[in-house]
């Protein structure tokens, strides 16, 4: 593309909280022809995959991989579960679960909205109060979010279930777990979800196209008698051809080239190991946060995202214009605030395919853009999550 702008040297830094940057592995691992989706080759990479994804939402049950964003997969998750005029109950976390709601509310469904301040994640006794209240049974399903992408808070999925079981409701249990699958600890099984819903583009570390359902038998049922229309989304065409390694319509080949590399990937490293770097660069970025004097969003620390931290910006001072001045000079982009926090909160996405150095590099062009945009701050942000990183590679050479 013709451009005045001189070349900008080296990578950039891809702070979003996704899309997350690419590994090279993945992006050879895409570069090939394409293939005849009904052939035997075919066939293999499908296997492959629809085993592999099982593995990373820990569960025996199948996953459904559609070719679309994230959003798609919520409204996959609703209209194949639910009816016209049913109650799902959902909690104001932030941006993402208000969008969620707003599909729900077009979809003809009827959301409850626990309403909140956005700097927590959903709370179960809210949640377990409206089900003891929902004498008729009107609830059928409860739908939040495992990591709330706008606020860096989680919500504990184990919890929510308990609270429904507590209850002894038969509501379903739908999570959102686009930015935080392969980077938080997440069991589909173990604790009781219905439908999960996952993205490819954050924790899987592929381009944005592929998204997930995880469903359960219980979430199968309610498919057979659910009245939402559906028809690309219906789980019934696309769960008889994953028997047989084939797909209803064209699917994203290419993409799932990359996700078969990407489940390799997680698994070189270890599942576990991966949860523990992102709890670790997570917590190193905290400490620059606060020594710099800024506020997390997240004012719970059992709520803390090991995926991304948001910052609210000191008084009089507007986010955009930083982030704007940070990928000028420092070519660093960062997430943006989003809806009613627009302008006051930037977030600093740490999830994927990046390590101790790299959240360094990213601290450390974040304090200079601070410094640069003259937003007040305290100095030594960097030193604190360097002390940190130090600490806890000293750490792991003692038990090795
Ligand atoms: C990114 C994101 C979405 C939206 O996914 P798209 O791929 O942009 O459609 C939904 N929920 C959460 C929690 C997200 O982080």
Redesign the pocket.
């Known amino acids: 593309m013709a451009t005045n702008r001189a070349r900008i040297a080296g990578r950039h830094f891809l702070q979003i ?2 899309p997350t940057p690419l590994p090279d592995r993945i992006l050879r691992a895409m570069d090939m022809p394409i293939i005849d989706h009904r052939g035997p080759e075919f066939g293999r990479l499908a296997r492959r995959v629809l085993d592999g994804i099982k593995t990373i939402f820990k569960t025996a049950s199948p996953v459904i991989i559609y070719p679309s ?4 997969a ?1 409204e996959a998750a609703l209209v194949n579960t639910l009816s016209p005029g049913d109650s799902v109950l959902m909690f104001e976390t932030g941006q ?1 679960s208000t ?2 709601k707003n599909m729900a509310l077009r979809l003809g469904l009827n959301p409850i909205f626990i309403e909140s301040d956005w700097r927590t994640g959903a709370d179960p006794k809210a949640i377990e109060a409206k089900l003891r209240e929902d004498k008729e049974r009107k609830i059928k399903a409860v739908a939040v ?1 495992h ?3 706008s606020t860096g808070c989680v919500t504990h999925p184990a919890e929510i279930r308990k609270t429904i079981d507590a209850a002894g409701h038969p509501a379903l249990l739908l999570v ?1 777990t ?2 935080s699958l392969a980077s938080i600890d997440y069991r589909h099984d173990e604790w009781g979800v219905d439908v999960t819903v996952g ?1 490819a ?2 924790g899987l570390m592929l381009p ?1 196209g592929i ?1 997930f359902n995880a469903v359960s038998d219980k979430a199968i049922a309610a498919s057979k008698s659910s009245k939402l229309p559906k028809s690309f989304w219906s789980w019934e065409e696309m769960l008889a051809n994953n028997k047989n390694n084939y797909f209803p319509y064209t699917p994203a080949t290419n993409i799932l080239y990359g996700l078969a590399e990407s489940i390799d990937m997680l698994h070189e490293e270890g599942l576990d190991n991966v949860f523990a770097r992102h709890d670790r660069l997570a917590e190193a970025t905290r400490r620059a946060v606060r020594a710099w004097g800024l506020e997390i969003v997240c004012r719970e620390p059992k709520c803390y995202s090991s995926t991304i931290t948001a910052i609210l910006m000191p008084e009089g001072h507007n986010a955009d214009r930083f982030r704007e001045v940070a990928l000028e000079r420092f070519d660093i982009s960062y997430g943006m605030g989003l809806g009613k926090i627009a302008g006051k909160v930037f977030r600093i996405g740490h999830l994927g395919d990046t390590n101790d150095a790299t959240i360094i590099g990213a601290l450390a062009a974040t304090e200079m853009a601070l410094a640069l945009a003259g937003v007040p701050h305290k100095k030594g942000g960097v030193q604190a999550a360097m002390d940190y990183l130090v600490e806890e590679a000293g750490k792991a050479a003692k038990t090795s």
Do not use: H, M, R
Request: glycine share 18%; net charge negative.
């Open positions: 909280p996704g964003s994230g959003t798609g919520w993402f969008l969620w979010l990591n709330e992408t959102d686009i930015s993205g583009q954050k944005p998204s």
